[in-house]
């Protein structure tokens, strides 16, 4: 929502300044200057990139306008958590092993939709309890071997921000490439009256105008909301790193769900409070889920 209100107010105060100054909106209106510079701009991000970054692009894009992860999407991860601890601690970890197998269809998972809905999260727990189930790897190589696995996916994740601010760096280039097109025109209309040269100059001058607004005005800051809600989306597989690591060194369910509690920034985060008391309301869940 952010996205849409921030794209209307930079709308309403470039053409209500430019307007207050009496300017023509009709002026502005050049299809050729926009199909040079959007042609440009969507070949040259087409030879940058790869179908899959670019499929990326469009689903992060769309992914704006939704509310992305809240404190209660966090709460209900630590409960989830909580309760696959608990299990641990009380059947041991081959206990969970057919949870791992087939998270879909586990008691423990079942009731947190929005976990199985993240497919990345969902495998990156299953595979590293996968891991500790097999056995023979100290804690140390263990937490490497998640670092290593949060780093690729964070990699990967980063890459449709990353070719989308490339676009937008072109933006006032491929502008002033209009720009300098529209001089050409008139250059080659130079003995003409001159209502017809202001015109041809004007136009020219669109494309610039264009170039530099699409870029900083739109494309550069949807880079960053892109980029910024990977950054946020992160934390959720960091939240199950932290978890499953202080539960492998030994610590007790309720220590290891503040382990994971602490890696959340505070506008997510959870009260110490408000986990324990969620997490005391789901060992009846996590029980009927051991049986």
Not at 108 to 122: A, D, E, M, N, W
Not at 145 to 174: C, F, N, Q, R, S
Not at 197 to 211: K, P, S
């Amino acid at each position: 929502m952010l996205v849409i209100v921030g794209a209307v107010i930079v709308v309403v105060s470039v053409m209500g300044g430019y307007l207050l100054e009496g300017g023509s909106v009709l002026v502005l209106i050049q299809p050729a200057e926009l199909i040079i510079i959007g042609g440009a701009a969507v070949g040259s991000m087409l030879i940058a990139t790869t179908p899959a970054v670019l499929k990326a692009v469009g689903s992060q894009v769309g992914g704006l306008l939704g509310a992305g992860l809240t404190k209660d999407d966090f709460t209900d991860l630590l409960v989830m958590l909580y309760k696959l601890f608990r299990q641990i601690q009380q059947g041991g970890v081959m206990s969970v092993e057919a949870h791992m197998e087939n998270p879909s269809k586990s008691a423990i998972f079942g009731k947190h939709q929005k976990f199985l809905s993240r497919h990345h999260s969902v495998d990156f727990l299953a595979d590293s309890m996968k891991v500790i189930i097999v056995g023979g790897i100290n804690a140390h190589d263990l937490e490497a071997l998640m670092e290593e696995d949060l780093k690729t996916h964070h990699d990967v994740e980063g890459k449709p921000a990353a070719i989308l601010t490339k676009v937008g760096d072109a933006m006032p280039g491929l502008g002033i490439v209009a720009a300098v097109l529209g001089i050409v025109i008139t250059m080659g209309a130079i003995d003409g009256p001159p209502a017809e040269i202001g015109e041809h100059v004007g136009a020219a001058l669109v494309g610039t105008f264009l170039g530099i607004l699409l870029s900083y005005g739109f494309i550069q800051p949807l880079a960053a909301a892109m980029e910024a809600r990977v950054s946020d989306n992160g934390k959720y597989e960091e939240c199950i790193r932290a978890g499953v690591m202080a539960v492998y060194k030994g610590l007790p369910p309720a220590i290891a769900i503040e382990f994971a509690r602490r890696v959340l920034p505070g506008e997510v985060r959870p009260s110490f409070d408000e986990t324990e008391k969620l997490c005391r309301a789901s060992k009846g869940g996590a029980e009927a889920a051991a049986a």
